[in-house]
C-alpha cells in the first residue's frame, strides 16, 4: 500500500520543456528524502536530482544543473522536477524514490533508497 506514483512525462520537443510528479500513496513524505532516477537506453541508472526531507538541501547531476528543478509540497504529498531546455539525450524512464537518508548527495550518488515508483516515459523528439 506504499506507493510512489510519478506523471507528467510524454513527448517534447528539443529546448521544451515539462514537469513531473511523484505522489505518495499509503504514507507521508514529510520525513523522507526524495530523488528523480533515469535510465537511458544503453547507459546505466543514474541519479538526477534529489531533495531533502525539508526541502532545504537539493543535489544535481552536472548534466542537468541551470535546467532542472526539483521542488517539494509536503502539504500536498507531491515532489516535482521541472526540466527546462531539454536535450534529446535526455530520454529516458524516469523513476521517483524515497528514503530515509543522511544526505541527499548519499541518496543521488550511493541510491540510498526504501520505496520506487513504477517511472514515466521522457522522450525529446523532433
Known amino acids: 500500500q506504499l506507493q510512489l506514483v510519478e506523471s507528467g512525462g510524454g513527448l517534447v520537443q528539443p529546448g521544451g520543456s515539462l514537469r513531473l510528479s511523484c505522489a505518495a500513496s499509503g504514507f507521508t513524505l514529510d520525513y523522507y528524502a526524495i530523488g528523480w532516477f533515469r535510465q537511458a537506453p544503453g547507459k546505466e541508472r543514474e541519479g538526477v536530482s534529489c531533495?531533502?526531507?525539508?526541502?532545504?538541501?537539493?543535489n544535481y547531476a552536472d548534466s542537468v544543473k541551470g535546467r532542472f528543478t526539483i521542488s517539494r509540497d509536503n502539504a500536498k504529498n507531491t515532489v516535482y522536477l521541472q526540466m527546462n531546455s531539454l536535450k534529446p539525450e535526455d530520454t529516458a524512464i524516469y523513476y521517483c524514490?524515497?528514503?530515509?537518508?543522511?544526505?541527499?548527495?548519499?541518496?543521488?550518488?550511493?541510491?540510498?533508497?526504501?520505496?520506487w515508483g513504477q517511472g514515466t516515459q521522457v522522450t525529446v523528439s523532433s
Open positions: 524514490a524515497a528514503g530515509l537518508i543522511t544526505t541527499v548527495q548519499a541518496m543521488c550518488v550511493m541510491g540510498q533508497t526504501d520505496y
Open positions: 531533495i531533502s526531507s525539508s526541502g532545504g538541501s537539493t
